[in-house]
């Protein structure tokens, strides 16, 4: 028997005006897969994201989770539902320290007040938890220094540390390579590939870099003007001469 999506999207659309950014895409996301979501400039891959997690919300269509629609549920509802999500941009604590960051998320998802000034001693077991998440990020070793200390590729680190002390189903990747120097891209891909070897966790990933998609996908998604133009095998979406020289902007393969 087949296995019901973690996530799915049916006919998920979103207008601008007159402008339809996503159009009836329709998508599902099995546990344990890495999928990636790729088009040109303008495609709608990150609209796409925003209707998942409720950065914005749908025209018509729905999306669900576990069988449960969530389509008109706020960002913290999905949230606690889920979906956790990293923005190409870090949104962190620049001033509090690596720990505190981490602290202060699994503080929250414990249900415990929210408070920026409780004293960290007073929550031995919340800061362990925040150890054991910082040295799977191998960031362990840096607990202790302010964010707006750390070289942008650790700040990426620590975004996905956020997102490992949300204990999500889905986790929602945009352009987590973003900025980062060729020498800091591999420790992300490796975060990344380490979370993917937890086959409980289905990641969504959008991604310009084909080098990044080639190592890490399971699948591939490709929009288009908003809506679905090829969905499969990585190396058959790649090798797909409308894929290549449309929306990934490659030269055809020779035939």
């Known amino acids: ?25 329709s998508c599902a996301f099995q546990r344990g897969t890495l999928t990636a979501i790729v088009g040109p400039n303008g495609a709608g891959k990150t609209t796409y994201f925003n209707l998942i997690s409720g950065q914005l919300r749908a025209s018509a269509g729905r999306v669900t989770l576990n069988g449960e629609d969530i389509t008109r549920l706020s960002v913290p509802e999905r949230t606690e539902r889920g979906i956790g999500r990293a923005f ?3 949104n962190l604590f620049p001033n509090l320290t690596v720990r505190e960051n981490v602290r202060l998320v699994v503080q929250a998802v414990s ?14 077991e919340l800061i362990e938890r925040a150890e054991h998440v910082l040295a799977e990020v191998k960031l362990l070793d840096s607990a202790d220094r302010t964010v707006a ?27 987590p390579t973003a900025g ?76």
């Open 88 to 90: 190409q941009l870090t």
């Open 149 to 175: 200390a750390l070289p942008h590729g650790d700040q990426r680190k620590l975004e996905v540390a956020l997102l490992i002390a949300l204990k999500p189903q889905v986790l929602m990747f945009d352009e």
């Open 180 to 255: 980062m120097s060729v020498d800091e891209v591999p420790a992300i891909l490796d975060l990344i590939q380490g979370l993917k070897a937890d086959h409980d966790r289905t990641i969504l990933l959008v991604e310009h870099k084909m080098d990044v998609i080639r190592s890490l996908a399971d699948r591939i998604v490709v929009l288009h003007n908003g809506a679905l133009v090829a969905d499969g095998d990585p190396q058959a979406v790649i090798a797909s001469p409308i894929v290549q020289e449309a929306y990934l902007g490659m030269e055809p393969a020779d035939a």
């Open 111 to 124: 249900g415990r007040r929210y408070d920026l000034f409780s004293r960290a001693g007073s929550h031995v």
């Open 1 to 25: 028997m087949t296995e019901h999506p973690v996530l799915e999207t049916t006919d998920l659309t979103i207008r601008f005006g007159g402008h339809v950014a996503v159009d009836s895409v």
